[in-house]
Nanobody, 124 residues
């Protein structure tokens, strides 16, 4: 069992930055790949980024490539999503999730545990 708690969402102007955090109290955190997903009103949940359990491998959605950076600190049981050059279309509820795999996955149904979400709103 992994409990995930997101934080760091908020309202910023286009072009601004935010850093989301995803904390888990369990030591098992380091055994999971960590992903970020987002869901805008009326849209399907979509993959944003994923990082392997070691932190050595990452993968991004094309829509955020070059603007977002995913990272993790296993000593702190925390994953991060640094979001720069934010656009109004990045507005969504952002969720972190944990997948018990040694690789990477972008498929939401392969993630066993999910956080409660944090709202990100970008004004134009």
């Amino acid at each position: 069992q992994v409990t995930l708690v997101e934080s760091g969402g908020g309202l910023v102007q286009a072009g601004g930055s935010l850093r989301l955090s995803c904390a888990a109290p369990e030591r098992a955190f380091s055994e999971y790949a960590m992903g970020w997903f987002r869901q805008a009103p009326g849209k399907e949940r979509e993959f944003v980024a994923v990082i392997s359990w070691t932190g050595e491998t990452t993968h991004y959605a094309s829509s955020v490539m070059g603007r977002f950076t995913i990272s993790r600190d296993n000593a702190k049981n925390t994953a991060y999503l640094q979001m720069n050059s934010l656009k109004p279309e990045d507005t969504a509820e952002y969720y972190c999730a944990a997948a018990y795999t040694s690789g990477l996955t972008i498929l939401p149904w392969e993630y066993e545990f999910w956080g409660q979400g944090t709202q990100v709103t970008i004004s134009s």
